[in-house]
Nanobody, 123 residues
Framework: QVQLVESGGGLVQAGGSLRLSCTVSGRTFATYAMAWFRQVPGKEREFVTGTNWSGRRTYYADSVKGRFTISRDNAKNTVYLQMNSLKPEDTAVYYC????????????????WGQGTQVTVSS
């Protein structure tokens, strides 16, 4: 069984910063590709960022490139999303996801998902 739990969401002013965390159960975290997706009502869940098992390869959606940073600490079974220069359009439910192969860009690439954490950016 693999379980993912997100934390760190909340309300922040535009231009501010927020740091999300995702902790994965078990002792095989270091073998997983990890990713963050986000979703707003009426829209499809979209890829935000992902990283391979070692953290040496990272990928970002154009909308967040230069503002968001994904990182991981395999010793803590945790992946992070540092969000800077937040904009109102970043408001969404953010989901952590884990996969058993390389980084993918669709939800079908990730069999394991967290329950999501709400991020709200006020203007």
């Amino acid at each position: 069984q693999v379980q993912l739990v997100e934390s760190g969401g909340g309300l922040v002013q535009a231009g501010g910063s927020l740091r999300l965390s995702c902790t994965v159960s078990g002792r095989t975290f270091a073998t997983y590709a990890m990713a963050w997706f986000r979703q707003v009502p009426g829209k499809e869940r979209e890829f935000v960022t992902g990283t391979n098992w070692s953290g040496r390869r990272t990928y970002y959606a154009d909308s967040v490139k230069g503002r968001f940073t994904i990182s991981r600490d395999n010793a803590k079974n945790t992946v992070y999303l540092q969000m800077n220069s937040l904009k109102p359009e970043d408001t969404a439910v953010y989901y952590c996801a884990a996969g058993q192969t390389g980084v993918g860009y669709t939800l079908h690439d990730y069999p394991y998902w967290g329950q999501g954490t709400q991020v709200t950016v006020s203007s």
